[in-house]
């Protein structure tokens, strides 16, 4: 059975508003993620409906010959019907979904509203029945390309063949916020819904690293690092006003915990928390991938959409890639009073996700 610790349906709050609640303790097939809110026209069927929206299309995907069918990634994941190499690594998996659901009850008591806007992290694929929140630094460029190959119909064959830039065009994925309610709820119930993580210390210097100390992220540079400079700079030379090109890590750093930034705009998705991007308190993760160990998790994902015989996931080809030492390294420049501050703000992932504070921190 469900353990029954949903949110009661509650009056919608206006027009394209929604409310989400979950079951926090899954023992089914089921994801049992739940919209209650009021239709953005009144009067058309979707305001009929109430908190229940009718499933639509069955769970279990039909294969294109007549008389077959396969179960969804959902129903494999939890009726236990893997292959042994899944069966053994979904051990992992199950530990994390009950390290974030247990995180959540502990550390996010207040009820949250959502807008449309707030899923467009994430990517549908109706022919394979997934959904994938994608947290920027953390492996998104090749799980784009990957759901690229697996929603075209044919036309991407290779992941590795997709230019980087043409993965995060608008539009070439479908995301969770152009549907209807009635559609979002269908698919948030029986889609397998996944998404990867990382150490948020180490994704926030690739962050850095990446939109700041390359000379072609120039957009970057104006938008956000004559911003920075300009607020925490003393005396800055005009070229650097100008251009914003030489934004330090301690300079960035006192931009994040500063009160201002946040008031003025949201984060940017290359350094928003995890939480705030993809609501793991609010919908019902069925994966927990980690950067750490990607390759597994990702071949888990792809055997549960019952194409790892087909479609492999790319491997990295980075030899500079962000990791503990190098983010050591940085936060080495980083007085006490901003390391704690910092921590602070990043805490929840780092609780919801099973990381522990890292050993290079001086926060007394």
């Keep these: 059975m469900l353990n029954n ?4 349906p509650t009056e919608a709050l206006g027009k394209g508003f929604l409310i989400i609640s979950f079951s926090l303790s899954l023992s089914l097939s089921v994801s049992h993620t739940l ?9 058309d069927d979707a305001s009929k409906e109430g908190t229940t929206a009718p499933l639509g299309e069955p769970a279990v995907r039909t294969d294109p ?9 959902l129903q494999t994941l939890y009726n236990g019907d893997q292959q042994p190499e899944l069966f053994a690594a979904q051990r992992s998996l199950q530990g994390r979904r009950e390290h974030l659901e247990q995180g959540c009850l502990s550390h996010k008591r207040k009820r949250q509203v959502l807008s449309p806007e707030d899923l467009k992290h994430l990517i549908v694929d109706d022919k394979h029945s997934l959904i994938y929140c994608y947290v920027p630094k953390v492996a998104c460029t090749n799980w784009k390309r990957v759901l690229m190959v697996l929603t075209s119909e044919g036309r991407y064959i290779n992941p590795l063949a997709i230019p980087a830039n043409e993965a995060h065009i608008a539009g070439n994925l479908r995301t969770l916020s152009e549907f209807t309610v009635p559609e979002i709820n269908r698919r948030l119930r029986s889609y397998l819904k996944f998404i990867f993580v990382r150490d948020p210390f180490e994704r926030l210097v690739s962050a850095y690293r990446n939109k700041f100390t390359r000379s ?7 938008r956000y690092g004559t911003k920075i400079i300009r607020r925490n700079r003393p005396d800055p030379e ?67 959409a019952g194409v790892d015989g087909t479609l492999q996931f790319p491997s990295s080809g980075k030899s500079t890639r962000t990791d503990g030492n190098m983010a050591a390294h940085f936060f080495k420049h980083i007085s006490p009073f901003y390391q704690k501050k910092l921590f602070n703000l990043y805490r929840m992932d780092f609780l919801l996700f099973n990381y522990s504070t890292p050993e290079y921190l001086r926060t007394r």
């Design 5 to 8: 610790r949903i949110a009661q």
């Design 35 to 43: 919209f209650s809110l009021r239709s953005p026209q009144s009067g």
């Design 65 to 73: 010959k007549p008389g077959k069918s396969r179960r969804s990634p």
């Design 216 to 222: 072609y992220n120039t957009a970057f540079h104006k």
């Design 238 to 304: 005009p070229e650097a006003l100008e251009k914003g090109s030489d934004v330090s890590f301690p300079e960035f750093v006192q931009y994040l915990v500063d009160p201002r930034t946040q008031r003025e705009e949201p984060f940017n998705e290359h350094w928003e928390r995890v939480h705030s991007l993809c609501h793991p308190c609010l919908i019902h993760y069925d994966v927990v991938g980690k950067y750490e160990t990607l390759e597994p998790d990702s071949q888990a994902v792809l055997e549960l």
